[in-house]
């Protein structure tokens, strides 16, 4: 069976609104109901549509994330959010592909004209930002590999991690490259090709780390 989140949301505290958030809760069970959807979750709110730091926000993302929701019900688009904000949450919802099906359109939403215009700029955005980090590291593998990095060899057991806390990173690895020439930001992308998930900053603290703890008739 289908699995479905609904998604409610009023403005204000007001009594009348209050009402409201029961009234989109019953019609939303209703319409899962009728549509063969078991709903899973169940999220209510009284929040500004404008702002996106929401509590509901955040549980709707998690739980499209970890349950496996087939589709979120809403009463219409702006219950999800108003301006910028709704994009922003359209965009998120709609790259889980999950389908937004809501009340005032008895089924599956259908976005604007403005709207699927701007989710597509977001698309091909998003599309060359990915271009552009794999093309990152593959530029940092390069210059690793000129500076005398060899892929073949097996570093996943050199690191400094020394609690559950820290990302397992070939601190021995950081030090070569780093000796070699290469900047904080070309190891980074050189570990992430391989496999190693770590940011400009984390390489840039292990070093530091490291650097800290030689003695100085050795640095």
Same mark, same amino acid.
């Given at each position: 069976?289908?699995?479905?989140?609904?998604?409610?949301?009023?403005?204000?505290?007001?009594?009348?609104?209050?009402?409201?958030?029961?009234?989109?809760?019953?019609?939303?069970?209703?319409?899962?109901?009728?549509?063969?959807?078991?709903?899973?979750?169940?999220?209510?709110?009284?929040?500004?549509?404008?702002?996106?730091?929401?509590?509901?926000?955040?549980?709707?993302?998690?739980?499209?994330? !970890?349950?496996?929701?087939?589709? @979120?019900? +809403?009463?219409?688009?702006? *219950? $999800?959010?108003?301006?910028?904000?709704?994009? %922003?949450?359209?965009?998120?919802?709609?790259?889980?592909?999950?389908?937004?099906?809501?009340?005032?359109?008895?089924?599956?939403?259908?976005?604007?004209?403005?709207?699927?215009?701007?989710?597509?700029?977001?698309?091909?955005?998003?599309?060359?930002?990915?271009?552009?980090?794999?093309?990152?590291?593959?530029?940092?593998?390069?210059?690793?590999?000129?500076?005398?990095?060899?892929?073949?060899?097996?570093?996943?057991?050199?690191?400094?991690?020394? !609690?559950?806390?820290?990302?397992? @990173?070939? +601190?021995?690895?950081?030090? *070569? $490259?780093?000796?070699?020439?290469?900047?904080? %930001?070309?190891?980074?992308?050189?570990?992430?090709?391989?496999?190693?998930?770590?940011?400009?900053?984390?390489?840039?603290?292990?070093?530091?780390?490291?650097?800290?703890?030689?003695?100085?008739?050795?640095?």
């Amino acid at each position: 069976m289908k699995k479905a989140i609904i998604y409610c949301r009023v403005s204000t505290d007001k009594e009348t609104q209050a009402s409201s958030l029961e009234r989109q809760e019953q019609e939303l069970t209703s319409m899962a109901d009728e549509l063969s959807y078991e709903v899973i979750r169940i999220i209510k709110e009284k929040a500004s549509g404008f702002q996106l730091d929401r509590d509901g926000v955040f549980e709707l993302l998690d739980a499209l994330k !970890g349950q496996k929701a087939d589709a @979120v019900f +809403i009463q219409d688009e702006t *219950r $999800l959010g108003r301006g910028n904000a709704k994009i %922003a949450l359209l965009h998120c919802i709609l790259k889980e592909n999950v389908k937004i099906i809501a009340f005032s359109q008895k089924g599956e939403l259908e976005l604007s004209e403005a709207d699927s215009m701007v989710l597509q700029i977001v698309g091909i955005v998003e599309e060359y930002q990915r271009k552009l980090h794999n093309i990152k590291i593959s530029r940092g593998m390069k210059k690793a590999v000129e500076k005398g990095y060899k892929p073949q060899k097996n570093i996943k057991h050199n690191n400094l991690s020394t !609690g559950p806390e820290k990302k397992n @990173v070939p +601190i021995e690895e950081i030090i *070569r $490259l780093r000796e070699s020439g290469l900047t904080f %930001a070309d190891i980074a992308a050189t570990l992430r090709g391989f496999g190693y998930p770590v940011s400009k900053a984390t390489v840039n603290r292990r070093y530091l780390e490291y650097r800290e703890n030689v003695p100085p008739e050795e640095k």
